[in-house]
């Protein structure tokens, strides 16, 4: 049984740019949350996808966008990429009401 | 913004000793629950305690909460040179979200 899947593990952009990470949950699971880890730092909440909606939302602005596919399956888009948007981009998926199973995370550079 | 804060942010031990780690929080939750992390790779669920429950136990983890102060702690027994990790903790509030404090990281020298 597959865990937590991410894409893509690294990989580096330059201001402006922008970005598209992807998050396969983990089998049976229909909710995944999206997390932002800056260096040195834990996790900060970005958003929650249940039932291809956004249904809860932290503190991020706007160039910060999401979507979930019917297969459960989400991605993270993130446009006009700051430096400070350089950190480690965690998914995870779980039962609307159970225990978060987080990937290895997609390790995002802004140059 | 971080919700909880950890103490001590680093510790160091030799192998076999206990290793002690606190977390403050500063809201009402439902949950709190302690996470490991190995080098910046993905994030490992340990433990979670409700808020009505004082003390709980897996393996060599030993968590307890304290609504009133607000605060936690995670016990590692016996610690070995492989419990070299961050370790954080996250509370759950009425959203189905987590906050994470900022983190302890661990080194058990063998």
């Known amino acids: 049984d597959a865990g937590v899947t991410q894409s893509p593990t690294h990989l580096i952009k330059t201001r402006g740019q922008q970005v598209t990470l992807r998050c396969s949950p983990k089998?049976?699971?229909?909710?995944v949350s999206w997390y932002q880890q800056a260096l040195g730092q834990g996790p900060q909440f970005i958003f929650q996808?249940?039932?291809?909606?956004?249904?809860q939302r932290g503190n991020f602005p706007d160039r910060f966008s999401g979507h979930q596919f019917p297969n459960y399956s989400s991605e993270l888009n993130v446009n006009a990429l700051l430096l400070g948007d350089s950190a480690l981009y965690l998914c995870a998926s779980s039962l609307i009401a159970g225990e978060l199973f987080f990937g290895e995370g997609s390790r995002l550079t802004v140059l | 913004s971080q919700q909880g804060e950890e103490d001590p942010q680093a510790l160091s031990i030799q192998e076999g000793e206990n290793a002690t780690m606190n977390c403050s929080y500063k809201?009402?939750?439902?949950?709190l629950q302690w996470y490991r992390q190995n080098s910046g790779r993905g994030l490992v669920h340990l433990i979670l305690?409700?808020?009505?429950?004082r003390e709980k136990h897996s393996g060599r983890l030993r968590v307890t909460l304290d609504t009133s102060k607000k605060s936690s702690s995670l016990l590692i027994t016996a610690s070995r040179a492989a419990d070299t990790a961050s370790y954080f903790c996250a509370t759950e509030g009425s959203a189905r979200q987590l906050t994470f404090g900022s983190g302890t990281q661990l080194t058990v020298l063998p």
């Open positions: 089998s049976g699971h229909d909710t």
């Open positions: 305690i409700r808020s009505n429950e």
């Open positions: 996808y249940y039932e291809e909606e956004e249904r």
């Open positions: 809201t009402s939750i439902n949950n």
